[in-house]
């Protein structure tokens, strides 16, 4: 027998080869983070439970708050945590066309690299700075948010704030520095109920192994940001109160008002040419319907049909085609718009009507998506080229360079921007058009608002003309109206909402939905707006809030990232 014992070298320990971590260890963070966007996803309609929203974040903030993120590359993880999200949230992107998928597949893709961004500036200013997460985690969220909602045109839509657009006395924050403002609490909050979750729970998220996710907090810490978070809802919530119990008061004495009949029809868009028989039947019960108004409401000053209502029928419109001469429009429009809009059999007593379509101006071989509206002798009154275009939807970004993506692209190299507002003047009464998600752009409305009232023209109210039938019926509609929505509270403005397969809606100056069309169903809204003098510090400061929120993260995050490097 030998001398020498052979020893195992697991038992020594030198040679030995380090098992790999278990799998949840591996990806706890894109589990963390996916629990995060999961209960985000959960928030937003279609499931709409909006009281998620105030607890979404809590996930993401245990990750920032955490001495160390587990697994490799952990914001990896996270971007692909975020991008399951905004696949989910924008699932109706490629409905209308195939070629579509690829627009579906980009803007997820781009928004979902805020997810590991907004960690990683805000871990930076927690563990690097040792700010407290109760400031650093808003000030970050709603800067990011804010990027996201400008950069590159702007992809303002599923904003954290939009999660409680149904419920008016948390929205009215929205006048200060817009729908951030919210988002800024929410966020606040979040950390606070993280906080909460925390020391009730103590003991059972401690973790004994030295590679611990478990913050280093004191409970004092803890209990700060509890006391900050419910401070601060509770001076929204007293906000909300007063702002809703708010006087109204008139801006003139003449008792000036309009009575508008909104027509949201039931038209899925889709990509085939119209037979002879479609044409005159939907002329016919274009008629049709604009009658009924008429006769249900006899007082009635403006009927308004959605966007893109009557681009099937360019006769009507001297600018469609250059074929077709001004003196021959003007008379179809005439004996159209009469027979549409008025009640006896001579075609008299008519309303205006404000509509939109595709329009072209033969002189610059330009075409634009258009409001106009048609007085009562069948005229063209005012016409409002849109100014903010639909990424993939009415523009495909580099087909100017490339000409081989129109080929692909269902709407070829797409349409052109206008540059300035319109107000439409009725009844003392001026009303400002935006069409589609141009009203999902907060920074836009603001501006065209502003612009209006220098020219003395301030709009009394806004309304958005929209044709939503790309999306049947889908949560895109929810997503919409809720942008909607905080334009009347962030402009301090009636919001009328005139769409196609819905949601049509009546909107005050408080953002309460006083009325909502169906889902994908035919209807009629009659809504009375009165010029009050309401307004708002957004129109005044703006974006500055969250700029400076956003430079103030970039510039302490870039000073961290340079001190590593150097």
Same mark, same amino acid.
């Given at each position: 027998?030998?001398?020498? =014992?052979?020893?195992?070298?697991?038992?020594?320990?030198?040679?030995?080869?380090?098992?790999?971590?278990?799998?949840?260890?591996?990806?706890?963070?894109?589990?963390?983070?996916?629990?995060?966007?999961?209960? /985000?996803?959960?928030?937003?309609?279609?499931?709409? !439970?909006?009281?998620?929203?105030?607890?979404?974040?809590?996930?993401?903030?245990?990750?920032?708050?955490?001495? =160390?993120? +587990?697994?490799?590359?952990?914001?990896?993880?996270?971007?692909?945590?975020?991008?399951?999200?905004?696949?989910?949230?924008?699932?109706?992107?490629?409905?209308?066309?195939?070629?579509?998928?690829?627009?579906?597949?980009?803007?997820?893709?781009?928004?979902?690299?805020?997810?590991?961004?907004?960690?990683?500036?805000?871990? %930076?200013?927690?563990?690097?700075?040792?700010?407290?997460? &109760?400031?650093?985690?808003?000030?970050?969220?709603? #800067?990011?948010?804010?990027?996201?909602?400008?950069?590159?045109?702007?992809?303002?839509?599923?904003?954290?704030?939009?999660?409680?657009?149904?419920?008016?006395?948390?929205?009215?924050? +929205?006048?200060?520095?817009?729908?951030?403002?919210?988002?800024?609490?929410?966020?606040?909050? %979040?950390?606070?109920?993280?906080?909460?979750?925390?020391?009730?729970?103590?003991?059972?998220?401690?973790?004994?192994?030295?590679?611990?996710?478990?913050?280093?907090?004191?409970?004092?810490?803890?209990?700060?940001?509890?006391?900050?978070?419910?401070?601060?809802?509770? @001076?929204?919530?007293?906000?909300?109160?007063?702002?809703?119990?708010?006087?109204?008061?008139?801006?003139?004495?003449?008792?000036?008002?309009?009575?508008?009949?909104?027509?949201?029809?039931?038209?899925?868009?889709?990509?085939?040419?119209?037979?002879?028989?479609?044409?005159?039947?939907?002329?016919?019960?274009?008629?049709?319907?604009?009658?009924?108004?008429?006769?249900?409401?006899?007082?009635?000053?403006?009927?308004?049909?959605?966007?893109?209502?009557? %681009?099937?029928?360019?006769?009507?419109?001297?600018?469609?085609?250059?074929?077709? =001469?001004?003196?021959?429009?003007? +008379?179809?429009?005439?004996?159209?718009?009469?027979?549409?809009?008025?009640?006896?059999?001579?075609?008299?007593?008519?309303?205006?009507?404000?509509?939109?379509?595709?329009?072209?101006?033969?002189?610059?071989?330009?075409?634009?998506?258009?409001?106009?509206?048609?007085?009562?002798?069948?005229?063209?009154?005012?016409?409002?080229?849109?100014?903010?275009?639909?990424?993939?939807?009415?523009?495909?970004? !580099?087909?100017?360079?490339?000409?081989?993506?129109?080929?692909?692209?269902?709407?070829?190299?797409?349409?052109?921007?206008?540059?300035?507002?319109?107000?439409?003047?009725?009844?003392?009464?001026?009303?400002?058009?935006?069409?589609?998600?141009?009203?999902?752009?907060?920074?836009?409305?603001?501006?065209?608002?502003?612009?209006?009232?220098?020219?003395?023209?301030?709009?009394?109210?806004?309304?958005?003309?929209?044709?939503?039938?790309?999306?049947?019926?889908?949560?895109?509609?929810?997503?919409? !109206?809720?942008?909607?929505?905080?334009? @009347? &509270?962030?402009?301090?403005?009636?919001?009328?909402?005139?769409?196609?397969?819905?949601?049509?809606?009546?909107?005050?100056?408080? #953002?309460?939905?006083?009325?909502?069309? #169906?889902?994908?169903?035919? #209807?009629?809204?009659?809504?009375?707006?009165?010029?009050?003098?309401?307004?708002?510090?957004?129109?005044?400061?703006?974006?500055?809030?969250?700029?400076?929120? /956003?430079?103030?993260?970039?510039? !302490?995050?870039?000073?961290?990232?340079?001190?590593?490097?150097?």
């Amino acid at each position: 027998m030998s001398k020498h =014992t052979t020893i195992p070298k697991t038992a020594v320990g030198q040679d030995a080869e380090a098992s790999p971590p278990p799998l949840e260890e591996r990806y706890k963070t894109f589990l963390v983070g996916a629990l995060s966007m999961a209960l /985000l996803w959960l928030a937003f309609p279609p499931v709409g !439970l909006s009281w998620l929203g105030w607890f979404a974040l809590c996930p993401m903030i245990w990750l920032i708050e955490s001495k =160390t993120l +587990a697994g490799r590359r952990p914001y990896r993880q996270l971007f692909f945590a975020g991008l399951f999200f905004w696949l989910s949230v924008f699932y109706f992107i490629p409905i209308p066309h195939p070629a579509l998928w690829l627009g579906w597949l980009t803007v997820s893709a781009y928004m979902a690299i805020y997810t590991p961004l907004s960690v990683v500036f805000a871990r %930076s200013l927690v563990h690097r700075f040792q700010i407290p997460s &109760v400031i650093a985690v808003p000030v970050v969220w709603t #800067g990011i948010e804010w990027f996201r909602c400008n950069f590159a045109t702007g992809m303002a839509m599923v904003c954290l704030s939009h999660t409680q657009y149904r419920t008016p006395l948390l929205i009215q924050v +929205a006048d200060i520095f817009g729908a951030y403002t919210l988002t800024f609490v929410i966020s606040l909050v %979040s950390v606070g109920i993280t906080a909460t979750i925390k020391l009730c729970f103590a003991k059972k998220l401690t973790e004994p192994s030295s590679t611990s996710h478990q913050p280093d907090h004191s409970k004092g810490n803890n209990r700060l940001s509890i006391a900050i978070a419910c401070l601060t809802f509770i @001076a929204t919530i007293v906000y909300g109160s007063a702002k809703l119990g708010e006087d109204v008061k008139l801006k003139s004495a003449n008792d000036s008002q309009l009575v508008i009949a909104l027509i949201q029809t039931n038209d899925d868009v889709v990509f085939r040419p119209i037979t002879v028989e479609e044409f005159f039947d939907g002329r016919q019960r274009k008629i049709e319907i604009t009658q009924a108004a008429r006769k249900k409401w006899s007082d009635l000053d403006l009927i308004v049909w959605p966007e893109s209502a009557f %681009s099937s029928y360019p006769d009507l419109l001297s600018d469609v085609s250059p074929e077709i =001469t001004s003196r021959k429009a003007a +008379a179809a429009r005439t004996k159209f718009w009469k027979k549409a809009t008025s009640l006896s059999p001579l075609n008299e007593n008519s309303v205006p009507l404000l509509t939109g379509g595709a329009t072209l101006d033969p002189k610059q071989n330009t075409h634009f998506a258009s409001a106009f509206l048609i007085n009562n002798n069948g005229l063209v009154d005012s016409r409002y080229y849109k100014n903010h275009l639909v990424m993939f939807g009415e523009y495909v970004p !580099l087909s100017g360079w490339f000409p081989i993506i129109k080929k692909f692209s269902p709407i070829g190299g797409g349409i052109n921007a206008g540059t300035e507002p319109v107000s439409i003047r009725i009844n003392d009464v001026n009303l400002s058009p935006n069409i589609c998600f141009e009203s999902t752009v907060p920074h836009y409305i603001r501006k065209q608002v502003n612009q209006l009232a220098e020219q003395n023209n301030e709009p009394d109210a806004l309304i958005n003309m929209t044709n939503d039938g790309w999306f049947f019926g889908t949560s895109c509609l929810d997503l919409h !109206l809720a942008c909607n929505v905080f334009r @009347a &509270v962030e402009m301090r403005k009636p919001h009328l909402v005139c769409a196609n397969t819905g949601l049509s809606a009546e909107i005050d100056a408080c #953002g309460r939905l006083l009325q909502t069309g #169906g889902r994908r169903q035919p #209807g009629m809204i009659r809504s009375l707006v009165r010029p009050t003098t309401r307004t708002s510090l957004y129109r005044t400061v703006g974006d500055v809030i969250p700029m400076i929120m /956003l430079i103030i993260a970039t510039a !302490l995050f870039a000073l961290d990232f340079y001190q590593k490097r150097s």
